[in-house]
């Protein structure tokens, strides 16, 4: 009774944290919609000054026309019909003050929306500490970990039900 019960706290635990980071990348992702299909967002939403960024709307049903979206953090930009969405991009001035900007949606329809874009300005380091060659480290290793991390857990919570299992057997 005690492995089951184990398994049980296991996959509530497992499950859990699966719920946890379901609800944060949801949340992270979601557009700011203004009306049934007018929207904009702006990918990545919190940026470096002077990267570039992404810039996808809606306008309902002008999506086969230009619109323009503005902000202080980077001016006016016009965007153009790509694939039922209008798409741009832009990069932010190297200067740009940290801060949080809206970003503006105007259609040609007269439809609008806004969301926020956050910019940093951190200061960058002109050259890196002499630390080795870095033949180590791996791109995107976070997603790799989490699925690793949520497979052990799942092993483990398999080899407590197993060998719960068997003590009971060799018990009888």
Same mark, same amino acid.
């Not at 960024?53 to 230009?66: E, F, L, S």
């Not at 806004?114 to 033949?135: D, F, H, I, S, W």
């Not at 989490?146 to 003590?167: E, P, S």
């Given at each position: 009774?005690?492995?089951?019960?184990?398994?049980?706290?296991? /996959? $509530?635990?497992?499950?859990?944290? /699966?719920?946890?980071?379901?609800? /944060?990348?949801?949340?992270?992702? $979601?557009?700011?919609?203004?009306?049934?299909?007018?929207?904009?967002?702006?990918?990545?939403?919190?940026?470096?000054?002077?990267?570039?960024?992404?810039?996808?709307?809606?306008? +309902?049903?002008?999506?086969?026309?230009?619109?323009?979206?503005?902000? +202080?953090? /980077?001016?006016?930009?016009?965007?153009?019909? +790509?694939?039922?969405?209008?798409?741009?991009?832009?990069?932010?001035?190297?200067?740009?003050?940290?801060? +949080?900007?809206?970003?503006?949606?105007?259609? $040609?329809?007269?439809?609008?929306?806004?969301?926020?874009?956050?910019?940093?300005?951190?200061?960058?380091?002109?050259?890196?500490?002499?630390?080795?060659?870095?033949?180590?480290?791996?791109?995107?290793?976070?997603?790799?970990?989490?699925?690793?991390?949520?497979?052990?857990?799942?092993?483990?919570?398999?080899?407590?039900?197993?060998?719960?299992?068997?003590?009971?057997?060799?018990?009888?």
């Amino acid at each position: 009774m005690r492995g089951l019960n184990a398994y049980h706290r296991a /996959f $509530s635990a497992v499950l859990t944290l /699966f719920v946890l980071v379901a609800a /944060f990348v949801l949340a992270t992702v $979601s557009p700011a919609r203004a009306g049934e299909n007018t929207f904009v967002e702006v990918t990545p939403n919190t940026a470096q000054a002077g990267t570039r960024v992404n810039i996808r709307a809606g306008c +309902d049903n002008a999506n086969n026309q230009q619109a323009t979206v503005h902000s +202080d953090a /980077f001016g006016r930009v016009v965007l153009r019909p +790509d694939n039922g969405f209008l798409t741009g991009a832009v990069t932010i001035p190297g200067n740009k003050q940290p801060g +949080d900007y809206s970003v503006d949606l105007r259609c $040609s329809n007269g439809n609008t929306a806004a969301t926020t874009l956050t910019v940093l300005n951190m200061a960058q380091p002109t050259k890196g500490p002499a630390t080795g060659g870095g033949g180590t480290a791996a791109r995107g290793a976070g997603s790799l970990l989490l699925v690793g991390g949520l497979a052990v857990v799942a092993v483990v919570a398999g080899i407590g039900m197993f060998g719960g299992g068997r003590r009971r057997a060799a018990g009888s």
